[in-house]
């Protein structure tokens, strides 16, 4: 059975940091790509970034670029999302997810964690 863990929410002040992790067991890890979404409250998921199975490869959404940093550890099963400078708009539950797919005019996952809470407040 695959398992993905997302870890490291909080509440943070704008301009703070945070560093996410998502442990995954089940699967032949450094195999696969995986990514980070987001959900706001009432929106659609948002793709937020992706790293190839080697760590090699990464892509940003335009939102996040220069901001967030995506990173594995492949010894460990991990993947990190390092979020830096947060903003007011960053606040979502983020998952990290693989398995990605077209269907009914969207993108979805085959396997996506439970999510993990981010809050960017005052």
């Known amino acids: 059975e695959v398992q993905l863990v997302e870890s490291g929410g909080g509440l943070v002040q704008p301009g703070g940091s945070l560093r996410l992790s998502c442990a995954a067991s089940?699967?032949?890890?450094?195999?696969?790509?995986m990514t980070w979404v987001r959900q706001a409250p009432g929106k659609g998921l948002e793709w937020v970034s992706d790293?190839?199975?080697?760590?090699?490869?990464?892509s940003y959404a335009g939102s996040v670029k220069g901001r967030f940093t995506i990173s594995r550890d492949n010894d460990k099963n991990i993947v990190y999302l390092q979020m830096n400078i947060l903003k007011t708009e960053d606040t979502a539950v983020y998952y990290c997810?693989?398995?990605?797919?077209w269907s009914r005019g969207t993108y979805q996952y085959q396997y996506r964690g439970q999510g993990t809470q981010v809050t960017v407040s005052s």
């Open positions: 997810a693989t398995g990605r797919y």
């Open positions: 089940g699967l032949t890890f450094s195999s696969v790509d």
């Open positions: 790293i190839s199975n080697s760590g090699a490869s990464t």
